[in-house]
């Protein structure tokens, strides 16, 4: 459907972003300026405490310093109702109290049936409930009390029963005027190929009805009463309102529940998702039947960015979620991935709780292991690895695996743990031996451990990020100390991943402030980090060298500092996806063109460290003979009389 021009402007106009967002969030009174339309919350896209959510209303913009979450009115209710564009101009266009253009013919033809569908959905809920009531229903009624499924519960998730009989639902819709092409198009009846009426679907079932984000009726689940019948479970066939791989069961009280902090969870059925959500654990869903798809996936990652997978302690439940894995691994991407919660050995979710309660449930949850593990278990769990051949097999195997991460930086991350784990497997054993003729135990000389003033060190602490982590550094403070510069390279400080968290909450002090007083600057980042944290960041030794602090107040020094380092992060960056790239095909192919594109790629991160005119830097030759800037000399000549001053003090 298309909107006239200008229809999308005047519903920005007259909504109120803060009045939209604002029913999803509690907004921080004492940093929000309601009278200025300047909002901030903590934010309802991922679970923080902090306001860092700002929603600028005047401008009718959102945008998060944690998550970076941005959008308009439209963005946000996509994202919080999780509906698509268009249902999201409805739901704005509706409080705003603006009419919808009108939609061709065939689209209001084809809403109209879809609502008169929903509508048969809603009369079939009713019937069933009122059916779980009569006598015909008291062995469902006793099997949903053996389950501690109170009335209460029953009402909660709107259970209700299918009695026995071919055409019971059948004949209560047709006398209630229902057309038997809707009865059919819902999936609550089948066609007989005997020539006879259609016959219902569920008989003898308890029914537990499925609904979609919106909270509409689109189909059923029916557990079975008779212990013969082939299908324990049945859901609903396709229609035109119920799609299986694309709805979960529970989804939108399992969204509600996620936004207030709550874990999420993807249990296997029905019973498991009302018993979870009936202990506490109310963002709970399930699969309708069928293994977990790719668009449901997608719909769980837009609810949290890592659910947690609690899945039968039994090699059903393993397999289930070694499935999972693949399905996941192609999907994968920064922050959003999967943990694995698995219940003892022949227990479902709702067996545990109803054995030992709901502190157990917990228990198994807080200990739910990351995707990286499982995937290695289900690569070694059970196999002997004791030659090479073996061993070979499976580095193959692995490297097959993790080929399927599509993002460069996630894969190589997940090489870096299976490296740490296979080390653990195959590391070798040094036992003390005796020696010969004398029978002494040899001895094994292992290195002295670090100082601890080593082990705390930026480079050590740091790891392999150190260089990218100190430039990181260098653009916060010197941004801090001339705070003129800020707006300049606001879009480069809003791109820093800062993994420190004092470093992430100056980078967020810096992109809230607004002008180019130091000393409130100074006061907002001691407000926020603390002045301890504060002076502690400002005062790294790492930093001692940097010519634009050494020299305050040269602004023009400052800026060629600050774009010098973000340029170098840049390509930092980029040069390190392209190598991990080549290494791991050197893994599998050795030639020469891939050992070419290895040393192309090392000369120009070599040459990316260094200034862009080189005629503008002076060199020396070092005591060792290699040729350094000038700078470069004074930095490791500092250097080594810090490491002389902690001799002397040690």
């Known amino acids: 459907m298309s909107l006239p021009p200008g229809f999308l402007d005047e519903l920005r106009t007259r909504t109120s972003l803060s009045q939209v967002v604002g029913r999803k969030v509690m907004w921080d009174n ?60 409805e739901i704005l266009a509706r409080e705003a109290g603006m009419q919808m ?18 509508e048969v959905m809603e009369q079939a809920v009713r019937w069933f409930r009122m059916q779980l009531s009569s006598g015909a229903a008291g062995d469902a009624r006793a099997y949903l009390d053996r389950r501690g499924l109170t009335a209460d519960v029953r009402d909660r998730f709107e259970l209700g029963f299918a009695p026995a009989g071919w055409q019971n639902l059948w004949t209560h819709l047709r006398g209630q005027g229902v057309p038997e092409d809707m009865i059919l198009g ?86 498991d998702v009302i018993a979870l959500s009936e202990a ?21 990652w837009r609810v949290t960015d890592e659910p947690v997978v609690a899945l ?15 399905l996941a691994l192609p999907l994968l991407q920064a922050g959003k991935t999967l943990r694995f919660a698995l219940m003892p050995e022949g227990k479902d979710p709702d067996d545990l709780l109803r054995a030992e309660g709901a502190a157990a449930v917990s228990k ?19 196999k002997v690895f004791d030659s090479p051949e073996r061993k070979a097999a499976l580095d193959a195997r692995l490297r097959e695996v993790l080929r399927q991460i599509q993002d460069p930086g996630l894969r190589r991350h997940y090489g870096d743990e299976i490296k740490d784990l296979r080390w653990q497997l195959f590391r070798p054993q040094r036992a003390p031996r005796g020696g010969q003729g004398g029978g002494r135990k040899r001895q094994w000389n292992a290195p002295a451990p670090p100082s601890a003033s080593a082990k705390s060190s930026f480079l050590v602490s740091a790891g392999d990020d150190a260089q990218i982590e100190m430039r990181e550094a260098v653009i916060l403070v010197v941004l801090f100390h001339s705070p003129e510069l800020i707006a300049e390279f606001e879009q480069h400080l809003e791109m820093l991943a800062c993994a420190d968290p004092d470093r992430a909450t ?43 602090l ?78 350094m800037s000038k700078e470069e000399v004074e930095r490791a000549e500092a250097l080594r009389q810090q490491i002389r001053f902690s001799k002397h003090r040690s």
């Not at 309802?44 to 860092?52: G, I, T």
């Open 101 to 118: 253009p009108a939609r061709d013919p065939q689209a209001a033809q084809k809403a109209d049936r879809r609502d008169q569908l929903a």
């Open 506 to 548: 100056l980078r967020d002090v810096l992109l809230e402030h607004t002008g180019d007083d130091p000393q409130a600057l100074r006061a907002l980042a001691e407000q926020r980090m603390g002045a301890e944290a504060l002076e502690t960041l400002l005062s790294a030794r790492h930093l001692a060298v940097v010519p634009c």
């Open 364 to 382: 198994v949850l807080e200990q739910a292991m990351p995707m990286v593990q499982l995937l290695w278990r289900r690569e070694t769990e059970g």
């Open 186 to 271: 819902v999936g609550l009846a089948r066609s007989s190929d005997r020539g006879r009426e259609p016959y219902d679907v569920f008989r003898n079932r308890i029914m537990f009805p499925i609904r979609d984000a919106r909270g509409r009726a689109i189909a059923f689940g029916g557990r079975a009463m008779d212990p013969n019948d082939n299908a324990k479970y049945l859901n609903s066939p396709e229609t035109e309102l119920f799609d299986k791989g694309r709805n979960l069961y529970n989804l939108r009280a399992a969204r509600e529940a996620a936004g207030k902090g709550q874990p999420l969870i993807v249990a296997e059925g029905y019973m």
């Open 280 to 300: 506490g654990f109310e963002a709970s869903v399930a699969p309708l039947g069928t293994a977990v798809t790719e668009t449901q996936m997608q719909l769980l």
């Open 312 to 326: 039968d302690g039994d090699k059903a439940g393993l397999r289930a979620a070694y499935r999972v894995i693949d």
């Open 30 to 89: 004492r940093k929000s300026n309601q009278a200025k339309g300047d909002m901030w919350a903590p934010c309802p896209f991922h679970q923080e405490k902090s306001a860092s959510f700002h929603v600028d209303d005047r401008k009718g913009f959102y945008y998060c310093f944690g998550c970076h979450a941005k959008g308009d009115a439209i963005s946000f209710v996509r994202e919080s109702e999780n509906v698509e564009f268009m249902e999201a101009v």
């Open 550 to 627: 050494r020299h305050p107040g040269d602004i023009e020094l400052a800026r060629l500092t600050v774009a010098d380092a973000v340029a170098k992060n840049a390509a930092e960056g980029g040069l390190a996806a392209e190598i991990a790239e080549a290494v791991e095909d050197f893994q599998h192919v050795a030639d020469e063109a891939l050992t070419w594109r290895l040393g192309q790629a090392a000369m120009m991160r070599n040459q990316s460290a260094l200034r862009g005119d080189e005629g503008e830097v002076d060199y020396e030759i070092a005591p060792n003979g290699v040729r």
